[in-house]
């Protein structure tokens, strides 16, 4: 390889991230941050806290101790809002991912007449694939005639402009899971909503991986996992967003809770709730505290560094690796296919294998030299450098671990 092992180490010199405020596994040079993120230090500390308010004090804990449960998920609705560019009204951290996802569809897909179809992307997550077909199922629409999947960006905005009154919902990934590619949110949110349609994000792949302006860009919605850039941990609790012209709007129908309902009328036991016009109207049960903690410590270190430095180094190291990979995957059927605009791409490089065989790369890539990346079957190995944590040395290591095993693939 054209770039050196001494040139990768000076870069770390020069652009050392922020590798000390998390548990790296010894010997690894991980690439899975966009699967699972590595566990910030700080985590276990502030977990042990809560976990002793329970002890100490019992049900007391609700109101007493360092972090009272009643108002738990408060402290994390501001840093939430600044990660993904919302008003602290417009968000939440809940339940898990699909979940929130059907939740807002229950508000947000209402099929009328001719209106009635959902855009996905042909490479959508199978869980969002399942999720909408579910809601088309639940609205008694066949949903091999509702869901429609297309290509991508360019074939949703085509479709908006030539059948758009036929559409209901767009749904799409910020970051796609399997390309790493970025959508155009702004612009494909604007043209959903040129053609009457409600317009929702997942954005599992883009929140902690690229700034979002989720208020500005006037999305309908949108929800996220903790677990992957924001190292929240194994099925950490998720976030969403609802945008403020739609908060306290009556026509808008909502699951609810208790904890839809105004906090200081949570313990009145009305039979009938009085919902804030916040997004936290959408909360249905009391949150899991001990599941908050972690969240709540990953979100803290965005805060203190800022995702547009994060973005940043990302796209230094996302650059760097994309130049080593290149030299290593000549193009068909080895190439990367990530876009390669800045713009277009996040920390992600996902790399296609020819006639499949992803998975025993991935295997060897680790088994063989220590490098954990993944792989979606058949034929795309997914390389995700993390501005937080991973080092120029690791991207060094897996460019050259890669082409090592591919000539033996
Ligand atoms: C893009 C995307 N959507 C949805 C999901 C499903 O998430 P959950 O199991 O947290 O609902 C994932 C999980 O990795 C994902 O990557």
């Given at each position: 390889m054209t770039l050196t092992e001494d040139d990768a180490r000076r870069r770390d010199e020069t652009d050392p991230g922020h590798r000390a405020l998390f548990h790296v596994p010894p010997g690894i040079a991980y690439f899975a941050g966009n699967s699972l993120g590595l566990q910030p230090k700080a985590t276990v500390p502030e977990i042990l806290a809560d976990l002793g308010d329970w002890a100490r004090l019992g049900v007391e804990g609700h109101l007493e101790g360092?972090?009272?449960?009643?108002?738990?998920h408060e402290l994390l609705t501001e840093p939430a809002a600044r990660l993904v560019g919302a008003l602290p009204t417009e968000t939440v951290v809940m339940n898990s991912l699909t979940v929130n996802l059907h939740l807002l569809m229950v508000s947000f897909y209402r099929p009328a007449g001719e209106r009635n179809q959902i855009l996905i992307e042909d490479t959508a997550f199978p869980s969002d694939s399942y999720a909408v077909r579910s809601q088309a199922a639940f609205h008694n629409l066949d949903p091999n005639k509702t869901v429609v999947r297309l290509a991508g960006g360019d074939d949703v905005r085509k479709y908006l402009a030539e059948?758009?009154?036929?559409?209901a919902l767009v749904l799409l990934g910020?970051?796609?899971?399997?390309?790493?590619e970025l959508l155009d949110i702004p612009g494909i949110t604007r043209a959903g909503h040129a053609a009457g349609a409600i317009v929702g994000w997942d954005l599992a792949h883009a929140a902690g991986n690229v700034p979002l302006r989720l208020h500005d860009w006037g999305v309908d919605f949108a929800a996220w996992c903790?677990?992957?850039?924001?190292?929240?941990?194994?099925g950490a609790l998720a976030g969403a967003f609802v945008h403020e012209r739609h908060?306290?709007?009556?026509?808008v129908p909502r699951f609810e809770?208790?904890?839809?309902?105004?906090p200081a009328t949570r313990?009145?036991?009305?039979?009938?709730s009085r919902p804030p016009?916040?997004?936290?109207?959408?909360?249905v049960s009391n949150p899991p505290i001990f599941a908050m903690g972690p969240v709540r410590t990953s979100l803290e270190i965005f805060d203190r560094i800022g995702m547009d430095s994060l973005r940043a180094r990302s796209l230094r190291l996302t650059g760097y690796l994309r130049e080593l990979l290149d030299e290593v995957t000549?193009?068909?059927?080895?190439?990367?296919?990530?876009?390669?605009?800045p713009e277009r791409h996040g920390s992600q490089l996902s790399v296609r294998i020819g006639d499949g065989g992803a998975g025993e790369v991935t295997r060897r890539l680790r088994h063989e030299h220590g490098v954990i990346a993944d792989e979606r079957e058949p034929d795309v190995v997914r390389f995700a450098p993390v501005p937080l944590y991973s080092t120029y040395h690791d991207c060094w290591r897996a460019a050259r671990a890669l082409a090592a095993v591919v000539k033996e693939v």
């Open positions: 360092g972090r009272p449960w009643l108002p738990y059948r758009g009154d036929h559409v910020g970051v796609n899971y399997l390309t790493g903790s677990y992957k850039y924001l190292n929240g941990g194994p908060l306290g709007d009556p026509s809770g208790w904890w839809s309902t105004e313990f009145e036991m009305a039979p009938v016009a916040t997004v936290d109207a959408w909360q000549p193009g068909r059927p080895l190439a990367v296919v990530t876009p390669r605009e």
